[in-house]
């Protein structure tokens, strides 16, 4: 098995603040994901990679920034933290994008902007 | 596009009762279905997927049927344990060869377990 590893777990920040969240995967797998979890909403895409240095845009990639720097690391860039913002970030990975894979998920970072 | 609806925002049953979560989707194409389980403060897990059509899949429990004549794959358990409490997610992803294949999810229901 693997894991999932996201950091850190708290995040809290100031309005207009640029934050870093990062995610680690043990897996080997080829693509990771970022996701945001609003209350009600569901989970939406931000970013995803299909490889090391790709970067793909999800639904919700404005103010946002990411980066996949190697194979097992995708970190995640708030551009502007805005005020009162709060919301979990989900990293996931699976071996590929094919319609059968399993996203695993990490625990995901809790963001609070004050 | 595609879409995903869950119509309960929360169930509230107590331990032993049979529970069923609703999921209707939306695609014009094939369509592979999954659940995924969060429990409090947890990383959302694979309980269930499938795309095959009327054929039950279970797992801890838990079964679902994918039926694509009324484009549904309701989450059941014939008796609820307080452990089930947790927020359940449907998603769904088409079947397209050759390119990413976007998940979508459901809002989520949350499933409350009293003794």
């Known amino acids: 098995g693997g894991i999932i590893t996201q950091t850190p777990k708290f995040l809290i920040g100031q309005e207009g603040q640029k934050l870093t969240l990062k995610c680690q995967q043990n897996?080997?797998?080829?693509?990771m994901y970022w996701y945001r979890q609003d209350s009600g909403k569901g989970l939406r895409l931000i970013y995803y990679?299909?490889?090391?240095?790709?970067?793909q845009k999800g639904d919700l990639s404005e103010g946002y920034d990411a980066s996949r720097e190697k194979k097992s690391s995708f970190s995640l860039t708030v551009t502007s933290a805005q005020k009162n913002e709060m919301a979990v970030f989900l990293c996931a990975s699976s071996i590929t994008t094919a319609s059968q894979n399993t996203l695993y998920f990490g625990a995901g970072t809790r963001l609070s902007v004050l | 596009g595609d879409s995903v609806t869950q119509t309960e925002g929360l169930v509230t049953l107590t331990k032993g009762l049979p529970v069923m979560l609703n999921c209707t989707y939306q695609?014009?194409?094939?369509?592979?279905l999954f659940w995924y389980v969060q429990h409090l403060n947890e990383a959302p897990k694979l309980l269930l997927k499938?795309?095959?059509?009327?054929k039950r899949t279970e797992h801890q429990g838990f079964y679902a049927t994918l039926h694509k004549s009324s484009s549904s794959f309701h989450l059941q358990k014939s008796s609820v344990q307080l452990s089930d409490s947790a927020l359940y997610f449907c998603a769904l992803r088409p079947w397209l060869s050759g390119s990413f294949n976007k998940l979508t999810f459901g809002a989520g229901t949350r499933l409350a377990v009293c003794p």
């Open positions: 897996f080997n797998h080829d693509t």
């Open positions: 499938s795309s095959t059509d009327n």
């Open positions: 695609t014009t194409y094939s369509p592979f």
């Open positions: 990679s299909i490889t090391e240095n790709d970067l």
